[in-house]
């Protein structure tokens, strides 16, 4: 059993009660608080475990933290291994913070709802794109001025 993001510990070196901003990686955990802290595994103390759902939360709360946090990059890291990916719309505009996704479109893993509005979007784009070709296809001379 390791430690997973959101789990709340006892860090029994320094009697501190951390909340873990990513699951346990290579025997370490890190904590949400400031200055990043890191400790061995082996020193804490599970006091609650994390759900399902405040790990993927707190996972994603520390993916979006300031880019030169580590634990960012850590957190990016393991999301990226989630075996059910999350929408990328859904996470960015925290529509449904855990909305899942169903298909993958290049990289990028989108639910129902957002792949059918991005498409919806693309095509309208793509309309407009093709009206312009026609315009600019279909341009007409312009005499010039009669001279005086
Ligand atoms: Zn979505």
Redesign the pocket.
Known sequence: MTFRAGDVVLHRPSGEKWTLACDEERAEVICCGWPESYAKAADCTLLRAATDEDRLVTLLLVAKGPRDHYRRGVAVQQLAREPHPL?S??VDTS??PL?K?TRRAGDVP??D??LADALDGARARLREAQSTVERLENAQPIAPEPST
């Open positions: 929408c719309i859904c529509c449904d909305g996704a989108l639910c709802r957002h």
